[in-house]
């Protein structure tokens, strides 16, 4: 991909202070964080992700023919000084099918992310998630159209809290909840409208986790 491209990308400064709080609501270390030049494809790539039980990317989704080059979905992640073909800042779907995780959760919290893979006539969810599911995790948090970063913030914290706090309850209760926090903040009134909490959907196993 054109990685000058890629580098223009808009910053999303609030998704540091996500997965921050992500983290703590799973009693993460702070080691466990990639943030800004250390969030990079080569880094993800050469990490060992099997032994993680929850991966959170929050970042800018991108479909097919987003950016130059681009054949298909990709999260984009900081890109290198120069692109190479291990890493042009952009995993793509086909990337993330050769990872080894062994994930009860990926929360993808980026615009499209149920994206289909670019090819005509392809059916949603056959793009990044499709690849997450090949590459090992069992349950996803995708987004079916393009989401305010604001909002995403909230509802992607609000569901980790809510599966850390009442474990019993399953994270497409726990997404269901946060949901309706949302739609019910008084600070925000706006955000009750569905553009802002409906793009997002827990595909794969919707139930009880097992993370702890």
Request: a negative charge; proline letters at 6%; aromatic letters at 4%.
């Amino acid at each position: 991909a054109d990685v000058d491209a890629v580098r223009k990308l808009p910053a999303l400064p609030e998704t540091a202070d996500e997965l921050r709080l992500i983290a703590k609501s799973l009693g993460a270390d702070a080691s466990s964080l990639l943030l800004r030049d250390k969030a990079t494809e080569r880094r993800v790539k050469n990490t060992d992700l099997s032994r993680l039980q929850v991966i959170a990317f929050a970042t800018h989704g991108m479909v097919a023919g987003d950016v130059k080059g681009l054949a298909e979905p990709a999260l984009a992640l900081t890109p290198p000084e120069k692109g190479t073909e291990e890493d042009d800042g952009l995993l793509t779907a086909s990337e993330v099918a050769r990872l080894k995780l062994n994930a009860d959760l990926v929360v993808l919290s980026a615009c499209n992310t149920a994206a289909p893979d670019g090819t005509p006539g392809a059916e949603a969810l056959s793009g990044l998630a499709k690849a997450f599911f090949y590459a090992g995790s069992r349950a996803l948090l995708v987004s079916h159209w393009p989401v305010s970063s604001d909002a995403s913030v909230k509802l992607t914290t609000r569901m980790l809290k809510e599966t850390a706090r009442h474990p019993a309850i399953g994270r497409a209760e726990a997404l269901r909840r946060s949901m309706l926090a949302l739609m019910e903040d008084t600070e925000k009134p706006g955000y009750a409208h569905p553009m802002f909490w409906a793009p997002f959907v827990v595909v794969g196993e919707g139930g009880t986790p097992t993370f702890n």
